[in-house]
């Protein structure tokens, strides 16, 4: 498992609540131990507590991305910096389950399960793999989706650094409203020319008569 792939757990968990139109997803343990996906082994360890600490790391997580996108690169790293620092991780090399094609394994970094509970097996990760993100890519690397109310975490992978939406959803969405934006303020310009045009022709009226 690479240790990019680690970054994803930060995005899911940031993601489980929208707070612009009041919805949160993580409410049961079992919508916690979706969090997981296929790591199930830290998953059943979570309990009814695990619902409110993880809501309390989404919290720091959210506000990592927030900082970067403000571009308070400081901030954005003092506050990982501090999740990295209560949540520590033992990575560990690793070659299970992948060969090459004399055999022999195909050696990894992974980071060991031994949490005390769910929160912080998945904390630990989830920070990890922001961290190895953000020094990898760049800070204006996390960002937050434009297309409002949507204020989804993202990872910009994209060779030009131009990601701006968390989906293909929310780009197609703010495209169209940008299109009938423009359309409106062309209607409005049109308008506005032909009663100019109008109030012209009556000056020019009035002032023959």
Same mark, same amino acid.
């Given at each position: 498992?690479e240790?990019a792939?680690?970054?994803d757990?930060a995005?899911?968990?940031?993601?489980?609540e929208e707070p612009a139109?009041d919805k949160?997803?993580?409410t049961?343990?079992e919508a916690v131990r979706?969090?997981?996906g296929?790591?199930?082994?830290v998953?059943?360890r979570a309990t009814d507590?695990?619902?409110?600490?993880f809501?309390?790391?989404?919290a720091?997580?959210?506000?990592v991305?927030e900082?970067?996108?403000?571009?308070?690169?400081? %901030?954005a790293?003092?506050?990982?910096?501090? %999740?990295? %620092?209560e949540?520590?991780?033992s990575p560990?090399?690793?070659?299970?389950?992948?060969?090459?094609d004399d055999g022999?394994?195909?050696w990894h970094?992974?980071?060991?399960d031994?949490?005390?509970?769910a929160?912080a097996?998945?904390?630990?990760i989830?920070?990890?793999?922001?961290a190895?993100?953000?020094?990898?890519?760049g800070?204006d690397?996390l960002g937050?989706?434009?297309a409002?109310?949507?204020?989804?975490?993202?990872?910009?992978t994209?060779?030009?650094?131009?990601?701006?939406?968390?989906?293909?959803?929310?780009?197609?969405?703010?495209?169209?409203?940008a299109?009938?934006a423009?359309?409106?303020?062309?209607?409005?310009?049109?308008?506005?020319t032909?009663?100019?045009?109008?109030?012209?022709q009556r000056?020019?009226?009035n002032?023959?008569?």
């Amino acid at each position: 498992m690479e240790l990019a792939y680690y970054s994803d757990y930060a995005v899911r968990l940031v993601n489980s609540e929208e707070p612009a139109r009041d919805k949160d997803a993580l409410t049961s343990v079992e919508a916690v131990r979706d969090l997981f996906g296929i790591n199930a082994t830290v998953a059943r360890r979570a309990t009814d507590a695990d619902v409110t600490r993880f809501r309390s790391v989404r919290a720091r997580l959210r506000a990592v991305f927030e900082a970067a996108d403000t571009g308070d690169e400081r %901030l954005a790293v003092d506050l990982l910096n501090s %999740l990295l %620092l209560e949540f520590p991780v033992s990575p560990q090399i690793s070659g299970h389950d992948k060969r090459d094609d004399d055999g022999s394994p195909l050696w990894h970094m992974h980071l060991a399960d031994h949490p005390s509970n769910a929160t912080a097996g998945y904390a630990a990760i989830a920070a990890m793999g922001l961290a190895f993100h953000l020094t990898e890519y760049g800070v204006d690397r996390l960002g937050l989706c434009e297309a409002a109310p949507c204020r989804n975490a993202y990872l910009d992978t994209s060779t030009n650094r131009s990601r701006r939406y968390c989906s293909d959803r929310c780009a197609t969405r703010a495209n169209v409203a940008a299109y009938r934006a423009r359309k409106r303020l062309e209607a409005d310009r049109s308008a506005n020319t032909g009663r100019a045009a109008e109030s012209a022709q009556r000056a020019s009226a009035n002032g023959e008569r």
